[in-house]
């Protein structure tokens, strides 16, 4: 009779370890081939098991719980995207979160876009907080870790490529556009500013407004040229974006009458340069505004497809505005 029950518990012992066996080790494929598991900041065991069983990658959302919690797995989980394309098992899963596998993800900001347009795009792309990225980005506290003679962060998120994880925190992206920013100014461009008597605020200012005006990349160091002239012969820089920066964007075509637009941003009203960038400059920007080829140049117009005619004189321009706006007519 003894040897019965001990059989009898054998048995039972060995199907309950072969279950939890299947359910723990037990490999499955994602239903549709591939499967994406979003972990956010502050998610429980018990949510990501919710999620894990719609995706249909665990046969016991309670084992999962259970494992996490014994094997201190709870305690560790990363956040970010976790990408499924080959059969897993529930141990396979916790692993991943545990050693945070989660998919780094390659985003690029591109040149000439203004604070709150960085910010959408890191919510889309990355999943972080666009709000939570703008006010970083104007938070006095937070900007102080940075030599920034402003009240927010314009000019200073470079533009290029970048990886992080999903959900990343703001504060590390915004740190890390803004880091990039001063890494950039290494020390040959440091003398070359020191010989234009300017600082990293003035030649990011300037590198913006040439990155506003270039709508094609080739044109940047000869937009350079006219406005390093104009500064040089003392005429005002009149940058059409300056004003539409100062007017906090248009959605229309920039007009005679706006050019009168009281700010200190407006180089139509002010000599010299405005008091800060009015976008966010790349480096090809940059060495443009510190490294502007020699040219007689003074004035350019658009042509209407981002590029520019350039004139020397008042009567070329002109000439050159009447071309421009017989061919608009004409369009």
């Given at each position: 009779m003894l040897k019965k029950i001990i059989l009898a518990l054998l048995i039972v012992f060995l199907v309950?370890?072969?279950v939890l066996a299947y359910l723990v080790f037990g490999k499955i494929s994602p239903p549709d081939g591939t499967a994406t598991l979003i972990v956010p900041k502050g998610a429980t065991t018990a949510t990501i098991a919710a999620d894990l069983d719609k995706l249909g990658l665990v046969r016991s959302p309670t084992i999962f719980r259970w494992l996490a919690r014994v094997g201190n797995v709870d305690r560790h989980i990363k956040p970010g995207r976790y990408d499924f394309a080959k059969p897993v098992s529930t141990y396979d899963i916790l692993q991943d979160l545990y050693r945070q596998h989660a998919v780094i993800l390659s985003i690029t900001f591109p040149e000439g876009w203004q604070i709150d347009r960085f910010a959408r795009y890191a919510e889309l792309k990355l999943g972080v907080s666009a709000a939570r990225f703008s006010e970083l980005c104007r938070d006095s506290l937070f900007l102080s870790a940075w030599p920034i003679p402003a009240a927010d962060a314009e000019g200073y998120l470079l533009p290029a490529g970048y990886q992080f994880y999903w959900g990343a925190e703001p504060e590390e992206i915004v740190g890390e556009l803004i880091t990039a920013t001063f890494a950039m100014?290494?020390?040959?461009?440091?003398?070359?500013?020191?010989?234009l008597g300017w600082n990293i605020h003035q030649t990011l200012t300037m590198a913006s407004l040439i990155e506003a005006e270039a709508g094609v990349a080739a044109e940047r160091p000869r937009i350079?040229?006219?406005?390093?002239?104009?500064?040089?012969?003392?005429?005002?820089?009149?940058?059409?974006?300056?004003?539409?920066y100062a007017m906090g964007g248009l959605d229309r075509r920039l007009?005679?009458?706006?050019?009168?637009?009281?700010?200190?941003y407006n180089t139509y009203l002010h000599y010299g340069l405005p008091?800060?960038?009015?976008?966010?400059?790349?480096?090809?920007?940059?060495?443009?505004a510190l490294y502007p080829p020699k040219s007689d140049e003074l004035y350019f117009?658009?042509?209407?497809d981002g590029t520019h005619i350039f004139s020397k004189t008042l009567r070329e321009h002109n000439r050159a505005r009447r071309e421009v706006k017989h061919l608009r007519g004409s369009n």
């Open positions: 309950t370890a072969g100014f290494v020390d040959s461009l440091k003398t070359r500013m020191a010989e350079s040229a006219v406005f390093h002239n104009r500064l040089r012969k003392g005429i005002k820089l009149q940058c059409d974006p300056t004003v539409i007009l005679y009458r706006d050019l009168t637009f009281d700010s200190p008091p800060g960038p009015i976008c966010n400059p790349g480096k090809p920007a940059v060495m443009a117009v658009a042509r209407g």
